[in-house]
């Protein structure tokens, strides 16, 4: 999973990088040569300082991520006109029907904009390809199964070694609320708006454009799936006027792009030298020779990325819209480690391969395969209007809980145990508030729910329908817009509940002592640094 993850989407992210070099430099730099040239740059820190540079240069590059769409967000907002001047923009656009998906026609509470309304809870169709929903695809469910997805961010092997990297967990809860959760929620919900949604008000969009709704023409058309050349115009955009802010913006997109590559070049180099050469061909490897093995390491996932992004770029965006969903296939897994004794190792990994061929089978690149097969697929990508990672969550519990059954050992199980219960023991809520499980529980199920979930289709007119300007808006923006926003403030206040409140990222109060340095290493010397 960890090479499934890491390889495409590490190949997304330095592509990605190549291709804001060749805009900047207005296609004196190829994308190729750049995107080879910022890699080595990364690979040389990476290889060389191992985790703890990592973790230091990533630190600035979250806070150049963050600056960086701010300023953007800022340049959208200024080329509108100004607050009062988008939501106007967005007022007219409201009343229309333009857009890719036209309206919802219906679903979801009335026949509003597509771009301003979720179009139903679900709709029964059999995925894109074979059929196309009405009024888009980010109904209700989708939202949630797609929140599924980037889950799988935080599952995957990456990021569970970089949890187990922090000297101590004490940090994690002013992370999770205040930093994620507070901060950078609140730049995505507003910055990352004005840069999105103001696109189409700014020239990206041919129909807006030649309804003449669009406010101004800074921005190309950005039809024909060009999208993704968005934030690069953006930045040009103020070129002529501040060449240094281009500079500095381009530092803070870089630093995004180079920020989670490096993270995932580092882990995953890490674990195929430990999990692979370390436990099965050389398991007295020194630390020295676990260190060489590991920079090696890094170089092949890092040139297995770069040769697939250099020549195979439709065979990268196929992989790389597999990459989360893979990685959503680790939850069972934490699950078992963390909750769920009764889970089986058998259970466990037939459930994690039944789940990434359900990942695989509900994605574009499932009909591609069932093609070169000799036979179609009765249904396209995302049947439902749910996600892939829903799909393969679904195939994997379905394996993993019944295998799990039929494999049970009591040997085994008491080996589990003695986790569990070391866990029970040092991260269990004090009983003075086990009264407030179910409260965790009601609360978090009901976010879920009408926050990412299939209720959020009341967002869609609660405070005035898409179609009555700004007038008729309660708060002077498009309902769902002012829906988002209510429900990340409550999301703050739900992941303090659960961080502090419920201890769940809080400091054990039992001191816990390592035994050894390395578990891994039991029997070898002590290392040096």
Known sequence: ??????IPYLGVQLGASGFLFNVLTDGLVSNTFGMWVLSAVVLIYVATGGLRAVAYVDTVQAILLALGIVIVGIIALNLAGGWDSMQQGFA?????????????????????NAYMAIPGVIQWTAGLGKETPVGGLWTGVMILTYMFALMGIQSAPAFTMWSFSNNNPKPFAPQQVWA????????LFFFTAFQGMGANLLGAN???????????????DLGNNLQGDLVPFYINTVGDAAPWLVGLIAVCALAAMQSTGAAYMSTAGGMLTRDLYKRYINPSASHATQKLFGRLGVAFIVLSALLVATYSRDALVLLGGLAVAFGFQMWP?????????????????????????????????????????????????WPLTMHSAFWGILANLAFAIPISAMTQDRNDLAHRMKYHDFLREHASLPAEKANLKPVAWIITLAWMFFGIGPGAVIGNDIFGAPNLGVEGWTFGIPSIWAWQILFWALGVGMMWFLAYKMEMSTMPDTKIEALVEDIGDANLERPDN
């Not at 656009?93 to 009335?110: A, E, M």
């Not at 041919?206 to 190309?220: T, W």
């Not at 909750?339 to 039944?354: A, I, K, S």
């Open 206 to 220: 041919g129909a807006v454009n030649k309804a003449g709704i669009a406010i101004s023409s800074a921005l190309p």
């Open 180 to 187: 994620s959760s507070f901060g950078i929620g609140f730049i």
């Open 1 to 6: 999973v960890a090479l499934l993850f890491s």
């Open 92 to 112: 007219a656009l409201g009343k229309t029907d333009i857009g890719k998906w036209g309206s919802t026609k219906g679903y979801g509470g009335g026949d509003y």
């Open 333 to 381: 897994s934490l699950a078992a480690v963390t909750y769920f004794p009764w889970l089986t190792r058998q259970g466990v990994t037939w459930g994690l391969f039944f789940g990434l061929v359900g990942v695989i089978l509900t994605e574009k690149i499932g009909g591609e395969i069932t093609a070169l097969l000799g036979f179609d697929l009765p249904w396209g990508r």
